[in-house]
């Protein structure tokens, strides 16, 4: 069951794609259409491209395109039946009642209230006799009641079926516990997945309860247990705390490894820390981060593991434009323990000496190395050089060779020469990699979605041209079936999606892309770029259309005449060769 084309029709024009995305996208015009950085990638100059008159979006970094339906999609993390709803209710209109939202696949609003349920279940059970070990374990953690309620933190008990009967009982199905990762199966009976653990709500910035995490006590593995990626949450993209430290962010945000570090933090009045859920930060975390504030502190904990995601954490921040600091916690392993042992006084202190993400970086390096030997004076000035050639600017680049040479007792000038040699050979190796990955991009290699492009080389960029305009100028598509049929184009990809469009095409109607969940992102993503082309060329009248499907007939009758020269020179040597055998 789909949804109707009038209802959809009704959703797009009431939803346009400049205002949704502009929602989460900066957008600035740009002649007819409009421009920002992508929301899918990270990058420093806009790519990313809204078509207002096509509806659609394409960004030329990372390929990602659609309609506006598939940018909620992607950015949301929704499967198309919620993506649809998501936007009827932005709007106010009411979803159909014979609409496909009542299909086997979980919806991410059940999801959602099965964990607020499962949160309540979890909180009343942590000041229950049966929470008693948690209970135990948050005071020993010295969070006050105020704290624990204010986290809604819980704890699951050391019952099986606790939770899965609680759930039961409030109308939830196996199937739903399952997908929403409270519960296994075994068998024809589901379990609790988190048994005799405290609990850590996971709560999204609307104040939705979209997953958890688990810390077992005592020496149980593993000691955290995590949600996994359900139809209400993705992991890479959350931030645990975010929903209270939004409120806070005009300092910036510290961030941190684990749960209870943020919680003391915040307990300390520190209201804007927050920490990844058991992953390292990655781009999604950035543009996350991007939204609300432009600058970090790192207060990660001490160990080599800490310091790893530290280094992890500055490059993949800093390539998202964040400004980044880190947080020297002495000889403390990470901030909670450096709250109790120090107090909020003293890591107020910390917050005004953090040190600039390059001069944390250099320090590092300068003490990895024990220089009494020259062996060791060549692998420590090797390594600096060589991360300061990575810096963009060369006024960056001096200051730092400025700050080295006064650290280390080496010569500015060796060091500078050495920086812009290595600099010049760094670009020359970046743009001979992206020249070959553009060539490779343009040829059509590895391209899953339409893999005939490399072998009909000749025709597949007509085809994608025939496709593209007949998406941005639908009432030229009446003309167009009455001259090309289906058969005639040679990629699989185009026979494809000309043939589903064909209802369309034949009314003049406009081909909405995410129809019925028909095409897969990555297809509407292709479809996407073919229309940013067109849109891009302007030039997309009946004349050119024509032109285009000429000039590809004329190569497919061209190949079928060499085909055919091939299978006639084959044919004759094969009778020559009897020929030679009936002499011998």
């Known amino acids: 069951m789909a949804f109707s084309r009038d209802f959809l029709e009704e959703i797009k024009q009431r939803n346009s794609i400049e205002d949704v995305v502009s929602q989460y996208v900066p957008l600035k015009r740009a002649g007819s259409n409009m421009t920002g950085l992508c929301p899918f990638h990270n990058e420093k100059t806009p790519s990313f491209v809204v078509f207002p008159r096509s509806e659609s979006f394409y960004c030329f970094g990372c390929g990602e395109g659609g309609d506006v339906v598939s940018f909620i999609m992607k950015h949301e993390s929704l499967e198309y039946p919620d993506a649809v709803a998501l936007l009827a209710k932005r709007c106010g209109i009411q979803v159909p009642d014979d609409a496909p939202m009542k299909s086997n696949a979980v919806r991410r609003e059940r999801i959602i209230a099965m964990n607020r349920d499962a949160a309540m279940f979890f909180h009343t059970t942590l000041y229950s006799p049966a929470g008693e070990k948690g209970l135990e374990y948050f005071k020993s953690r010295r969070l006050s009641d105020a704290t624990i309620k204010h986290f809604g933190l819980g704890y699951a008990g050391d019952s099986w079926n606790a939770l899965s009967d609680y759930l039961h009982e409030k109308g939830y199905s196996d199937r739903e516990m399952t997908t929403g990762f409270l519960a296994g199966e075994k068998g024809k009976r589901v379990y609790d997945y988190f048994r005799s653990r405290v609990m850590f709500p996971i709560i999204d910035l609307s104040g939705n309860v979209v997953a958890f995490g688990g810390r077992a006590l005592g020496d149980a593995k593993p000691k955290y247990i995590n949600s996994s990626d359900t ?27 684990g749960y209870m570090d943020v919680i003391s933090l915040h307990q300390a009045g520190f209201t804007n820390a927050v920490a990844t859920l058991g992953t390292a930060v990655n781009a999604e975390h950035a543009k996350t981060i991007s939204h609300h504030t432009d600058s970090v502190m790192l207060a990660y904990d001490s160990d080599s593991a800490g310091k790893k995601a530290t280094e992890r954490a500055i490059n993949v921040l ?92 080496l010569s500015y000038e060796g060091l500078a020469r050495t920086v812009e040699v290595k ?11 992206n020249d070959a990955i553009d060539i ?27 496709i593209g305009i007949l998406l941005v100028r639908p009432d030229l598509g009446t003309e167009c079936l009455k001259k090309l049929k ?42 996407a770029r073919y229309m940013a082309a067109r849109q891009i060329l302007t030039n997309n009248g009946s004349s050119v259309l024509t032109e285009l499907i000429n000039t590809l007939k004329e190569k497919n009758e061209r190949r079928k005449a060499d085909e055919s020269a091939g299978d006639d020179i084959d044919a004759l040597g094969d009778y020559l060769k009897k020929l030679r055998e009936k002499k011998k």
Do not use: W
């Open 231 to 257: 139809p209400a949450f993705r992991k890479s993209k959350y931030l645990f705390a975010l929903n209270f430290a939004k409120l806070n962010t005009s300092g910036g945000l510290i961030m941190c490894e």
């Open 318 to 409: 800093g390539e998202a434009g964040i400004n980044v600091r880190v947080i020297d916690l002495g000889d403390s392993k990470d901030p909670d323990e450096f709250i109790k042992n120090h107090g909020t006084a003293a890591f107020s202190a910390k917050l005004k000496t953090t040190k600039e993400r390059i001069d944390y970086q250099i320090e590092e390096i300068i003490g990895k190395y024990d220089v009494s030997g020259p062996d060791q004076q060549e692998k420590r000035m090797t390594e600096l050089t060589a991360f300061v050639a990575t810096l963009y600017s060369q006024p960056t680049r001096e200051i730092y060779c400025h700050r080295i040479a006064q650290l280390t007792g």
């Open 423 to 433: 600099r010049r050979a760094l670009v020359k190796t970046k743009k001979s990699e």
């Open 440 to 466: 490779r991009r343009a040829a059509g290699y590895r391209d899953n979605v339409n893999p005939d492009r490399v072998r009909f080389s000749d025709v597949s960029a007509i085809e994608e041209a025939i």
């Open 486 to 527: 289906a058969d005639e184009l040679n990629t699989e990809f185009c026979r494809k999606v000309y043939r589903a469009f064909e209802p369309q095409l034949a009314k003049g109607e406009s081909v909405i892309l995410s129809e019925d969940g028909a095409l897969t992102n990555a297809e509407q993503s292709e479809l």
